[in-house]
């Protein structure tokens, strides 16, 4: 597609549940980000991918979120046993090949607004 | 580890400059960003500025650096409702991987 596209846009779930959301990154892109974003509040790093590998995970809250990403595309992000303190949209980035000083432009999707009641 | 701060708000009456400011950790940083996100919509890239360099204009935006301070700023002249946004700081980490760190990003709120 010709952007970052995530699935769902919306998701209400009861505390307690599973949810996976989904991110389709721009194709080509290697490179690719998560971030939270609590209502009126920053960006907050969760984590990023660079192919299929994630060099840095330090972002994920606890052990109840785990992300995974394959055929350098297509990443899940899992969230198991979901809080109320879930609640936030999730968005996903992706970018061109990262490189240690070269110049990055993310393309960021709309976002998973997720809901634990 | 990296850090970038911003301040959280910035109110100012159209037609006035708006100057958001952000400092930054990490000194291997060759490339430092500023996203914009509309009320409702993602982030999308809105200027950047290459390290080697103190200052960049477009249009109605002036980016300055402050290499020394690790300290960036955006200004926003003659600025409109239309700007009303969440502005985010980005730098990339120069120093291995080249991974994004956004600050938590500073809401400007511009009043008619």
């Known amino acids: 597609g010709a952007g970052v596209s995530q699935s769902p846009s919306n998701k209400v779930t009861e505390k307690g549940k599973d949810v996976e959301l989904r991110c389709d990154p721009i194709?080509?892109?290697?490179?690719l980000y998560w971030y939270r974003q609590r209502l009126g509040q920053g960006l907050e790093f969760l984590i990023y991918?660079?192919?299929?590998?994630?060099?840095?995970k330090s972002g994920l809250p606890s052990d109840r979120f785990s992300a995974e990403r394959t055929g350098e595309s297509v990443s899940t992000l899992t969230i198991q046993r979901t809080q109320q303190e879930d609640s936030a949209v999730y968005l996903c980035?992706?970018?061109?090949?990262?490189?240690?000083?070269?110049?990055?432009?993310?393309?960021f999707g709309q976002g998973t607004r997720l809901t634990v009641v | 580890g990296e850090d970038v701060e911003q301040s959280l708000f910035l109110s100012v009456r159209e037609g006035d400059s708006s100057v958001i400011n952000c400092t930054y950790t990490?000194?291997?940083?060759?490339?430092l960003y500023w996203y914009k996100q509309e009320p409702g919509a993602g982030l999308q890239l809105l200027t950047y500025?290459?390290?080697?360099?103190d200052m960049k204009q477009d249009q109605r935006l002036t980016v300055l650096l402050n290499k020394k301070d690790k300290h960036l700023s955006l200004r926003i002249a003659d600025t409109q409702t239309g700007d009303s946004a969440i502005y985010f700081c980005?730098?990339?980490?120069?120093?291995?991987?080249?991974?994004?760190?956004f600050g938590k990003g500073t809401k400007l709120s511009v009043k008619p």
């Open positions: 991918f660079q192919g299929n590998s994630a060099p840095d």
């Open positions: 980035a992706s970018s061109l090949a990262l490189s240690a000083g070269g110049r990055t432009e993310a393309f």
């Open positions: 980005a730098d990339n980490d120069g120093g291995s991987q080249g991974n994004l760190i």
């Open positions: 500025i290459f390290s080697n360099m």
């Open positions: 194709s080509g892109h290697t490179a």
């Open positions: 990490d000194s291997s940083s060759t490339y």
